[in-house]
Nanobody, 120 residues
Framework: QVQLVESGGGLVQAGGSLRLSCAASGRIFKIDTMGWYRQAPGKQRELVAVVASDGSTTYGDSVKGRFTISRDNAKNTVNLQMSSLEPEDTAVYYC??????????????WGQGTQVTVSS
């Protein structure tokens, strides 16, 4: 079993910065990808950023140029540096990790989420 714990959420003014962290624990042999998704009230969960074990990254269109994701494979942690925050960034941010299972299958894990609120 893999447990994900997020930290770093809070209240920030528009234009400010915030750093989210996620730590994976448990019996971990390998994590293919780690990253962040977010969900605002009344909206679907959307991709924020993910990073694969080889370092390749994928960002959601709405955060490109403002957010930066980083990963420490040895420590099984992933961080999200958020800059130039906007009220539209207000959401619950969820950490995600994907691990390999059988051939051509994967297992996804989710954290409990951390609230990010950006005031105008």
């Amino acid at each position: 079993q893999v447990q994900l714990v997020e930290s770093g959420g809070g209240l920030v003014q528009a234009g400010g910065s915030l750093r989210l962290s996620c730590a994976a624990s448990g019996r971990i042999f390998k994590i293919d990808t780690m990253g962040w998704y977010r969900q605002a009230p009344g909206k679907q969960r959307e991709l924020v950023a993910v990073v694969a074990s080889d370092g390749s990254t994928t960002y959601g269109d709405s955060v490109k140029g403002r957010f930066t994701i980083s990963r420490d494979n040895a420590k099984n942690t992933v961080n999200l540096q958020m800059s130039s925050l906007e009220p539209e960034d207000t959401a619950v941010y969820y950490c995600n990790a994907v691990t390999p299972r059988l051939i051509a299958t994967t297992q996804a894990y989710w954290g409990q989420g951390t609230q990010v609120t950006v005031s105008s």
